[in-house]
C-alpha cells in the first residue's frame, strides 16, 4: 500500500511540476557601466522551494557563468573569466528566486544570459549591455500648427528595452509633462495643462523609443523639452524644441515685409533713372546724326 502511495506521489511531482510554473527574468534588459554589480534577476512563478533543485546560469548559450547543483554551487563547470565574480544567494532558493549577482562588469560581459531549471526543462533569458546609455533627440526644433498633435522623437543609444525604466518628459525646468514608471503612466506629478493629451506608446519602449505625441498643441506648448531616463544612481537627458505656429513674432515679419519692399522701390527707382538716362542718351545720338 505505502509503495502504490509513492509511486501515485512522484507521479502526480513529475506531472505537475513541468506544465504547473514558469520561469520569469524581468527586467527583460538590464544596463550598467563598467565596473559596477548587476543583479539578473529571475524566479518561478508561482514560487516554490528550488533549495534541491538544479540552477544554471549560461551567457549567449555555450558560455557558463554559474551552476548550483546538488545544494551547493559548482565551480567546476563555470567559465573561468566568472570564477569569483558571480553570487547566487541560496537563502532566497526557497522562495523560488534565482537571481544572480555579477560582480565588477565589463564590456566583455556584454549579452544574453539564460537561467535554466534543466530537471524540467524550463528557462529565462535577460539580455546586459555594458556602457554609457545616451538619450538622443533631434537637434532640429519641430514646427506645427494651433489645434494639430505632435509628435517629440527620442530614443536611446544604444538600443534597448526600457519596458522596466523610468522615463520622464519635462517642459522648461520643473512642468512634468509625461512620466512613466512602475511598467504604467503615473500622472501624480502631470502638469494640469497637459493633462489628456500626452501619449507615450509604451510597445514602442520595447526598442528604445520614448518619443510623446502632444495632441491639439497651442501656442503656450511653445518651449524646450526634456526626456530623462532615470535611475536611482544616475539621470540621463535629451532636448528638443516646440514651435508652434510661425517661428518669426509679428514685428520681425513686418520688419522683413517693409525691407524687401524697400528693396522692391529702390530698384525700381534705379530702372526708372537707367529708361531715362537712355532715352537721353539715344536722343544726342540722334541729333549728331542729324548734323552730319
Not at 157 to 183: A, C, F, K, M
Not at 189 to 208: A, I
Request: some cysteine; proline content about 4%; glycine content about 6%.
Amino acid at each position: 500500500m505505502k509503495i502504490i502511495f509513492l509511486l501515485v506521489l512522484i507521479l502526480f511531482m513529475v506531472e505537475g511540476f513541468p506544465g504547473a510554473f514558469k520561469l520569469v527574468c524581468s527586467p527583460p534588459t538590464v544596463q550598467r557601466e563598467p565596473g559596477q554589480d548587476v543583479v539578473l534577476s529571475c524566479a518561478v512563478e508561482p514560487p516554490f522551494d528550488l533549495t534541491a533543485q538544479t540552477v544554471e546560469w549560461s551567457r549567449d548559450t555555450d558560455v557558463i557563468v554559474h551552476v548550483y547543483r546538488s545544494r551547493a554551487d559548482n565551480q567546476f563547470l563555470q567559465n573561468q573569466k566568472f570564477r569569483g565574480r558571480t553570487v547566487l544567494i541560496h537563502q532566497n532558493l526557497k522562495d523560488g528566486k534565482v537571481s544572480l549577482r555579477l560582480i565588477n562588469i565589463t564590456k566583455e560581459d556584454e549579452g544574453n544570459y539564460s537561467c535554466c531549471l534543466p530537471n524540467h526543462e524550463v528557462q529565462s533569458s535577460v539580455t546586459l549591455t555594458v556602457g554609457d546609455l545616451k538619450v538622443f533627440c533631434p537637434p532640429m526644433p519641430v514646427q506645427t500648427e494651433p489645434g494639430q498633435d505632435v509628435v517629440l522623437s527620442c530614443s536611446v543609444e544604444p538600443q534597448i528595452n526600457l519596458t522596466g525604466q523610468t522615463v520622464e518628459w519635462t517642459r522648461g525646468t520643473d512642468d512634468v509633462v509625461h512620466r512613466y514608471r512602475s511598467q504604467g503612466d503615473d500622472k501624480t506629478d502631470q502638469h494640469q495643462r497637459f493633462n489628456n493629451r500626452t501619449f507615450l506608446n509604451h510597445q514602442n519602449l520595447e526598442n528604445g523609443n520614448v518619443s510623446l505625441r502632444l495632441n491639439n498643441v497651442t501656442k503656450e506648448d511653445e518651449g524646450n523639452y526634456s526626456c530623462c531616463l532615470r535611475k536611482k544612481d544616475w539621470v540621463r537627458c535629451s532636448t528638443i524644441t516646440l514651435i508652434v505656429g510661425s517661428s518669426l513674432s509679428p514685428g520681425v515679419i513686418a520688419a522683413i515685409v517693409l525691407g524687401v519692399l524697400g528693396v522692391v522701390g529702390v530698384f525700381g527707382v534705379l530702372a526708372v533713372l537707367f529708361c531715362i538716362r537712355t532715352r537721353s542718351d539715344l536722343q544726342t545720338d540722334s541729333a549728331s546724326i542729324a548734323l552730319r
